[in-house]
Nanobody
């Protein structure tokens, strides 16, 4: 049973930083693509950043240059460093694990990020 547990969300002022963590268990973590998505009320969940098993990354245009995704395969953990946060970054952030080669998606419970003065 794959389990993803996010942490690190909270309230931050515009221009501030947060670091999200997602600890995975029950999977062959090192082989899978990991990602962060976010969702606001009334909107679809959107991709924020993904990182492949070999460390290749891809970002939404809205976060390029401000967010950094990374992974520690020894700790089965993926991170999202968020800098220069804006009010538009306010959302629930979800960790995603996509298994290889089956392509099955697993999701965490989500963590709230609020950017407000």
């Amino acid at each position: 049973q794959v389990r993803l547990v996010e942490s690190g969300g909270g309230l931050v002022q515009p221009g501030g930083s947060l670091r999200l963590s997602c600890a995975a268990s029950g999977s062959i973590f090192g082989m899978n693509v990991m990602g962060w998505y976010r969702q606001t009320p009334g909107n679809q969940r959107e991709l924020v950043a993904i990182i492949s098993s070999n460390g290749n990354t891809n970002y939404a245009d809205s976060v390029k240059g401000r967010f950094t995704i990374s992974r520690d395969n020894a700790k089965n953990t993926v991170y999202l460093q968020m800098d220069s946060l804006k009010p538009d970054d306010t959302a629930i952030y979800y960790c995603n694990e996509r298994t290889w080669p089956t392509g099955v998606d697993f999701w965490g419970q989500g963590t709230q990020v609020t950017v407000s003065s």
